[in-house]
C-alpha cells in the first residue's frame, strides 16, 4: 500500500518560490505504471490539478500554472517534489502529492493514494 | 481544458436514502471518469474509477455509470458516513479536471 506525505514551509512570502517534497512509503518511486502528481485546493473551494511526473521524469503540468511549474523526483531518497515560483495570494492553498497507476495503454490514471494535505498560505 | 459541470451543488438528504450526483463533460471522456468522496479536513477518496468500476475496500452502495458525456455517481441507502462532499475528475486528457463538487447535507 502505497503511503504519501507531504513536507515544506507552511508560509511563503509573496513572489518567492513554494517548495514542497513528498515522501513515498510503501513501495518504489520506481515502479512502473505509477505516476506521481501534485493538487490543491484553496480553502472552501474545489480541487485543481497541478501536474505530474512519471519516473523517467516525464512531465505533464496544469496550462494555466506551467511557466511557474516545476515537479522532479528524487528516486534514490524515493521522492518527488514540487516548485512554483511568484507566488501570490492566489497559491495558498492545502497542497495534496498524489499518486495512481494507469490500467491500460492511455497511460492516463485516477488517484488511489494521496498525502495527507499541507496547507501553505502566500503572505507577507 | 475539458470543463465539468456538476450537479446538484447541494444535495439534503436523510439517512436510508437513495442520491444521485450528476457530471457533464464538455467533450467526449469515454470512460476515464472517477469519483472521489472528501470529509473536511481530510484528504480526497477514490470510490470509483472507469465511470462504474468500484475502487477496493468501498461500500457496494456507491455505484457508476455513464460514458461519453455523462455520468452518474448513485449512493443507495445513505448511511452517516456518506454525508460529505462528492468530486467527479476527468482523466482523459490534460489538464485533469474535477468538478465543482456537491455536498451531501443531513436533512
Known amino acids: 500500500q502505497v503511503q504519501l506525505q507531504e513536507s515544506g514551509p507552511g508560509l511563503v512570502k509573496p513572489s518567492q518560490t513554494l517548495s514542497l517534497t513528498c515522501t513515498v512509503s510503501?513501495?518504489?518511486?520506481?515502479?512502473?505504471?505509477?505516476?506521481w502528481s501534485w493538487i490543491r485546493q484553496p480553502a472552501g473551494k474545489g480541487l485543481e490539478w497541478i501536474g505530474r511526473?512519471?519516473?523517467?521524469?516525464?512531465?505533464n503540468y496544469n496550462p494555466s500554472l506551467k511557466s511557474r511549474v516545476t515537479i522532479s523526483v528524487d528516486t534514490s531518497k524515493n521522492q518527488f517534489s514540487l516548485k512554483l515560483s511568484s507566488v501570490t495570494a492566489a497559491d495558498t492553498a492545502v497542497y495534496y502529492c498524489?499518486?495512481?497507476?494507469?490500467?491500460?495503454?492511455?497511460?492516463?490514471?485516477?488517484?488511489?493514494?494521496w498525502g495527507q494535505g499541507t496547507l501553505v498560505t502566500v503572505s507577507s | 481544458a475539458i470543463w465539468m459541470t456538476q450537479s446538484p451543488s447541494l444535495l439534503s438528504a436523510s439517512t436510508g436514502d437513495r442520491v444521485t450526483i450528476s457530471c457533464r463533460m464538455s467533450?467526449?471522456?469515454?470512460?476515464?471518469l472517477a469519483w472521489y468522496q472528501q470529509k473536511p479536513g481530510k484528504a480526497p477518496e477514490l470510490l470509483i474509477y472507469?465511470?462504474?468500476t468500484l475502487q477496493s475496500g468501498v461500500p457496494s452502495r456507491f455505484s457508476g455509470s455513464g460514458s461519453g458525456t455523462d455520468f452518474t455517481l448513485t449512493i443507495s441507502c445513505l448511511q452517516s458516513e456518506d454525508f460529505a462532499t462528492y468530486y467527479c475528475q476527468q482523466y482523459y486528457s490534460f489538464p485533469y479536471t474535477f468538478g465543482q463538487g456537491t455536498k451531501l447535507e443531513i436533512k
Open positions: 510503501g513501495g518504489s518511486i520506481s515502479s512502473g505504471s505509477y505516476y
Open positions: 498524489a499518486s495512481g497507476y494507469y490500467y491500460d495503454s492511455s497511460g492516463h490514471q485516477p488517484y488511489p493514494y
Open positions: 511526473i512519471y519516473t523517467s521524469g516525464s512531465t
Open positions: 467533450q467526449g471522456i469515454s470512460s476515464y
Open positions: 472507469a465511470a462504474s
